[in-house]
């Protein structure tokens, strides 16, 4: 699967499953870990479980072992590593405090200027 393809999958899940505020970032020529970045946030702890669990087994149907996952335990934080693309689902407070989307809008405005 491409990884446009992979990232298509992906935000149409999150959809399906109530995700709110999805955003995809291509991060190709800001880093070499990922082509594509998908920040998605859930209401409540379970949700950004169910959320990520959604992801993980959709992955998993279509051949795709996920590379790692982290924050399943906490729910406050999930990053699931796909290779093409990296999500991150989130409480709100927690997308808010961290602000990914703005430290990587950052980075490509610096690479941008280079």
């Not at 990884?3 to 109530?18: C, M, N, R």
């Not at 709110?20 to 949700?47: E, L, P, W, Y």
């Amino acid at each position: 699967m491409r990884p446009a393809q992979l990232s298509k999958l992906i935000v149409g899940v999150l959809d399906q499953f109530k995700a709110v505020d999805i955003r995809v970032m291509d991060v190709r020529g800001m880093t070499t870990i990922t082509d594509f970045m998908i920040i998605a946030s859930g209401k409540s702890d379970r949700q950004v479980k169910a959320l990520a669990d959604k992801v993980i087994e959709t992955a998993k149907e279509r051949g795709i072992a996920p590379l790692g996952i982290e924050g399943q335990r906490e729910g406050e934080w999930i990053l699931v590593d796909l290779g093409d693309a990296v999500v991150h689902v989130m409480r709100p407070v927690v997308r808010q405090f961290y602000q990914l989307e703005k430290l990587w809008t950052r980075l490509d405005q610096r690479l941008s200027a280079s």
